[in-house]
């Protein structure tokens, strides 16, 4: 069963990758990013107690991520598996979900897309997303240093790690993808 997460910087291309291999494999893409801009455009209350962290470039706390988590991977179609992006983003959250999936965590797979900085930052100037200005793309790429980029080692350490250059065509991308994704 395929169980994944994609880890990488903002603008690594994780969104497009998960996206193209879910759908290719018929299993729900999770976003965080994604559940939160949905609750933020449809003002709950979840959207409006995160809005202003994501409009910083800061992570929003950990508890409210992780419920939002909880309750999507708890929904019937995550049962043939699933692929996580943007989630887990601090240890304390990887924590969290290895306590979530118990017997089944050892069988997570997490592919680190690597893309050098000038090159991420680039890409999220051309793509204008409302918290994608200098100044914030500047903030969240520090907080992926400071508080994601541990968990390469995290997972790297329990040989759950899979890492593909990010600095291809997309459909590059894709073709390493699948030839690291063997199962
Ligand atoms: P993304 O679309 O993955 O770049 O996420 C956009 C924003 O949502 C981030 O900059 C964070 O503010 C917030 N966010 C998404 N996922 C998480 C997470 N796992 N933990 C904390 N904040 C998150």
Redesign the pocket.
């Known amino acids: 069963m395929t169980r994944l997460i994609f880890l990488g910087p ?1 603008g690594a291309g994780k969104g497009t990758q998960a996206q193209t291999l879910a759908q290719y494999r018929n299993i729900p893409h999770i ?4 559940i ?1 801009r949905g609750a933020m455009q449809a003002q709950s209350h979840l959207g409006i107690k995160a809005q202003s ?2 409009d910083r ?4 706390p950990d508890q409210l ?1 992780q419920d939002m988590v909880e309750d999507r991977l708890s929904q019937p179609d995550t049962k043939v598996g699933w692929i996580l992006d ?4 601090t240890v304390s ?1 990887a924590r969290f979900l290895d306590d979530l999936l118990q017997f089944v965590q050892h069988s997570v797979r997490v592919i680190n897309l690597e893309v050098p900085d000038e090159v991420l930052i680039d890409r999220l100037l051309a793509r204008g997303r409302q ?1 994608d200005t200098p100044e914030v793309i500047r903030r ?1 790429l520090e907080v992926y240093r400071e508080q994601t980029e541990p968990l390469i080692n995290f997972y790297r350490d329990r040989h759950q790690l899979l890492s593909v250059n990010g600095n291809q065509l997309l459909s590059e991308v894709t073709g390493e993808l699948e030839k690291v994704i063997t199962f």
């Open positions: 903002p976003s965080t990013g994604d939160l962290y994501v470039g800061e992570l929003v991520i943007g989630f887990p983003r959250q918290d969240r």
